[in-house]
């Protein structure tokens, strides 16, 4: 993967992305059908030619473009006039640490790649956003991210929390995160690229999304 702004911009739109998705179904029991499915099919693909073939092409992430310009925008509003989401930039934190973690620990990475791959030979049979396929790669992310701690305590409606179908989507979005901030270190990202380069990936996911 090449170390370049525009890949680090795609990488940390495409987490902002997953986050958001993983708060639209902690609060309102549902998100975007087509953005699930790109996050999803994310884990899953192993041999994308670029960052943005990761995720189905440029206009698969222009949410996560516009998410990115918004969260790392310096006023505390966003252009629709409402509150900036602090979860979303709390989550995207707590994902890039714990992508840290897991690539300091081998043997839960492996634990990670060998259930991967697995899931991958599921494909022919079930596509990545089939009930089983989500169930499976929710099992994945409990026991290998969940292990590393602390544990991402998502907010939000007890009665979307609770059903089960919509927890599992949200530990797939959660663990699509991971593959997303995986994709940030690749890129080159660091702590000290997202203090000093906001602007400058700001600019970059405005030119990426009059692309799209």
């Excluded at 953005?35 to 960052?51: G, K, Q, T, V, W």
């Excluded at 907010?155 to 089960?164: C, K, M, P, V």
Aim: hydrophobic share 40%.
């Amino acid at each position: 993967m090449e170390t370049s702004t525009r890949n680090r911009t795609i990488a940390l739109a495409a987490l902002f992305q997953c986050v958001d998705a993983v708060i639209k179904l902690a609060n309102e029991g549902t998100c975007d059908a087509e953005i699930f499915e790109s996050c999803a099919n994310s884990i899953l693909i192993e041999d994308a030619l670029s960052a943005e073939a990761l995720y189905g092409g440029l206009p698969k992430i222009s949410a996560g473009l516009t998410s990115l310009m918004y969260q790392l925008g310096s006023g505390s509003k966003g252009p629709d006039g409402q509150a900036k989401q602090l979860d979303a930039t709390q989550y995207s934190i707590n994902l890039l640490a714990l992508e840290k973690k897991l690539s300091n620990n081998p043997d839960v990475f492996k634990k990670l790649i060998d259930g991967i791959t697995e899931a991958q030979k599921q494909l022919e049979f079930f596509p990545a956003t089939h009930t089983n396929m989500v169930a499976r790669l929710a099992d994945l992310y409990a026991n290998t991210i969940s292990t590393l701690g602390p544990r991402i305590m998502i907010r939000g409606d007890q009665n979307h929390l609770g059903n089960t179908e919509n927890a599992a989507k949200m530990r797939t979005l959660l663990l699509a995160g991971i593959r997303a901030a995986l994709l940030w270190s690749q890129a080159g990202g660091t702590r000290w690229k997202l203090l000093f380069e906001r602007g400058k990936m700001q600019r970059e996911a405005e030119a990426l999304l009059k692309r799209t």
